[in-house]
């Protein structure tokens, strides 16, 4: 059956349209509609490529994500050889590469000479090449003259346009640049998986190049990759601008992605100032970098440098401290935190890392340090990037000393005594007795007064560690039952701070639900996830009454969370607790619950989510039915109106037809709510 001209301008008109606003939503960060807008327009583009499947092209942006894996990489011979770049580590270092530049351009000191200044990345090297603006290829650097076909894997980053937009890009045009996974992806992708007790990421480069070669293009797309792109390789069939920092701009008015954070700078005084700018911003920008990359703008002045060996002379890598550093394990210690986790600790023979000296590092949990078999006596890698609590990162196996042995978990607690149990797939261990472990007490109290709980001001660690010693602090009403001149006998501590202490701690009384609730310290409670639960109830009686069906509907909450702030608030002491904070008069603005308004299409009807749905999550599921009035649980009783089943939709669906609930598709779904 051939196509109808109306239809295939509708799927190029709706190709065009989601185009541009994955180009918004990824590239430029700045998204036009909302998600729930795009999913309609790719649901509607799904559905007709599967009704007439000679529209499917491959720069579909349907086509992102291949069916088959592939059994080997193919070789890729890079056309111009993708470069590396000469180290400079010192300032000294940095301007005797200029003085070079300057010479062998034959300009004196003077001299204007300018530099495009770019943070280098610290991910993976890649190579696309864009035919008549179609991604036709992606290549990893290799050796830098063969690198691997790794086409079916660059396809999977959103960040990486299927088809360039805008005009005059070349024919050919080959696009270099690194790929990366950004710091909070990466740090979110090691927590689930050391929670699952799998094998994490040692660094963000590594995270990169090992989920670009991926076989399974699929496992690719569920990493969170992205892509600043650099420079350029082959360019032939158009005209370019003479200088580097143009061509990024030209790149970036074509749709690929690029630094945000590069600038041009004037000779070795610009070079340094943007350096230590960077130095500044580093922990806060959300992507790795390494260093900055200096590069000579001028493309004729490139030229006339040239090369040496494999890198040009035209451009130089200023490196920031590294982060890793080799040091040796002097001895494993088991700490006690606020929910009662025993988390190994390395003491380390102290190191210079990233930019101060560790002589701490954490393990993370038993099985990490099981998995990564580290030792007292070992050599280890130690990590610490930006604000991240420094870690072991591995072991360097070949200089282990004879005679070490396997570290055991401690079957009591180091502070309490109490037994350490490890829950049947809990990659963590804990000591059992709440906050009857000084522990435990301690840090809780931190946490209840730290900046983005109470926020007392002045309350610091060491005054927490020395009042719950003395036992003058069993919970956190305590604190309100302080006196001035209690607080001036303790160590470093006068009249003057005394009075400072007692008047933020009269300060912190008036607060917020959700600051309140974060300061609880709920396991599995943290400071997104109280506020929704503060915004959905409007006061904290309605929270205590919440049932877990009702806890369910907030954002953000399933089964778990929902568990353990019911189970929080069914302990009396808790409650106790809560009632002399009450009445010590910490007190908060309350306000109605949010009601399901009765003009959703939904409104009345429960509805229970289950297996992978073809287009959205089931989160997005969720905020779609709660937007249009529904409430979403995530157990199926009697008074379920709809299961909404995707793909591997286990135990709830037989439960749900024995119990005759009717069951929905996700295009069903939709037609409920659009109706
Ligand atoms: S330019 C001829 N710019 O660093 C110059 N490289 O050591 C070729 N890198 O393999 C590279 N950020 O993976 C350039 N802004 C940046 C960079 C950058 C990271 C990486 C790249 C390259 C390695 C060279």
Redesign the pocket.
């Known amino acids: 059956m051939s196509v109808s001209i109306a239809t295939r301008k509708k799927a190029e008109s709706l190709r065009d349209q989601i185009r541009h606003h994955n180009h918004r939503y990824h590239v430029l960060d700045d998204p036009e509609i909302p998600d729930a807008e795009y999913d309609r327009l790719l649901r509607e583009l799904v559905a007709l490529e599967a009704e007439h499947a000679e529209l499917v092209s491959a720069d579909s942006p349907t086509q992102r994500v291949g069916d088959t894996p592939l059994s080997a990489f193919g070789t890729v011979q890079h056309e111009l050889p ?4 000469g180290n400079a580590f010192s300032e000294d270092e940095l301007r005797d590469f200029h003085r070079r530049v300057l010479d062998r351009l034959e300009l004196d000191d003077q001299a204007e000479l300018i530099y495009a200044a ?8 890649v190579s696309l090449m864009y035919e008549n603006g179609v991604l036709a290829r992606g290549a990893t ?1 290799g050796d830098g003259t063969k690198g691997e076909d790794i086409t079916h894997n660059v396809r999977t980053i959103e960040a990486v346009p299927l088809r360039l937009i805008g005009k005059g890009y070349p024919a050919r045009l080959e696009v ?1 640049g ?1 790929v990366f996974m950004p710091k909070a992806g990466f740090e979110a992708y090691n927590a689930k998986a050391r929670a699952a007790g799998e094998k994490t990421f040692v660094n963000p480069r590594n995270a990169a190049a090992g989920s670009l070669r991926q076989l399974d293009p699929k496992l690719t797309a569920e990493r969170p990759l992205d892509m600043y792109a ?2 350029i390789g082959v360019a032939a069939g158009g005209h370019l601008p003479t200088r580097h920092s143009e061509i990024i701009d030209r790149l970036r008015d074509w749709g690929i992605k690029v ?1 945000p954070e590069r600038c041009v700078v004037n000779g070795v005084e610009g070079c340094l100032a943007f350096y230590r700018s960077m130095g500044e911003r580093r922990n806060e920008l959300s992507y790795e970098m390494d260093g900055v ?1 200096y ?1 000579v703008d001028s493309l004729q002045m490139q030229a006339e440098l040239g090369f040496v060996s494999r ?2 002379r035209w ?1 130089i ?1 200023h490196k920031f401290p590294a982060q890793e550093e080799l040091t040796v394990v002097e001895d494993v210690e088991f700490q006690v935190g606020r929910t009662g986790a025993v988390t190994p600790v390395a003491r380390l023979k102290p190191v210079f890392v990233g930019g101060v000296t560790v002589s701490n590092a954490t393990l993370h949990n038993i099985e990490e340090l099981h998995r990564k078999d580290v030792r007292i006596g070992d050599t280890v890698i130690v990590r610490r990037a930006g604000d991240v609590i420094p870690e072991v990162a591995s072991v360097i196996l070949d200089r282990r000393p004879k005679g070490t042995r396997r570290i055991q978990l401690p079957k009591n607690c180091p502070v309490c005594n109490s037994h350490v149990v490890r829950e049947e797939g809990e990659a963590v261990a804990r000591c059992t007795a709440g906050v009857f472990c000084a522990a435990q007490r301690t840090e809780a109290l931190k946490h209840f007064v730290s900046r983005r709980a109470l926020d007392i001001e002045g309350f610091g660690a060491k005054l927490v560690e020395q009042l719950v010693a003395t036992d003058r602090l069993k919970t956190p009403a305590d604190i309100f039952q302080l006196s001035s001149g209690e607080l001036a006998e303790l160590d470093r501590m006068g009249k003057k701070s005394a009075d400072n202490l007692m008047r933020s701690i009269q300060a912190s009384k008036s607060t917020t639900l959700a600051r309140f609730l974060f300061a609880l310290g709920i396991r599995e409670v943290g400071e997104a996830t109280a506020a929704s639960i503060a915004a959905h109830f409007g006061s904290l009686d309605n929270v205590v009454a919440a049932t877990e069906q009702d806890l369910q509907s907030v954002r953000d909450v399933g089964p778990v969370v929902a568990t353990r702030v019911k189970s929080f608030f069914a302990e009396a002491h808790n409650l106790e607790v809560i009632a002399r904070l009450r009445e010590y008069g910490v007190v908060w603005p309350e306000s109605d619950p949010i009601e399901a308004t009765e003009d959703g299409v939904l409104f009345g009807k429960t509805f229970v989510i289950t297996g992978t749905l073809p287009t959205m999550t089931r989160d997005a599921a969720k905020d779609l039915i709660q937007s249009a009035a529904g409430k979403v649980t995530s157990s199926i009783s009697a008074k379920t109106d709809y299961l909404v089943a995707g793909e591997k939709a286990g135990s709830k669906l037989s439960k749900a037809e024995k119990l005759k609930v009717a069951i929905l598709d996700e295009a069903a779904l939709l037609d409920l709510i659009s109706r």
């Open positions: 993708m470069l590396s770049l770019e943070p280098k990345l610290d991910g993976a090297a650097r270099r690194e650099y420079s630094c990359v590069k890198a040009p451009a890598a």
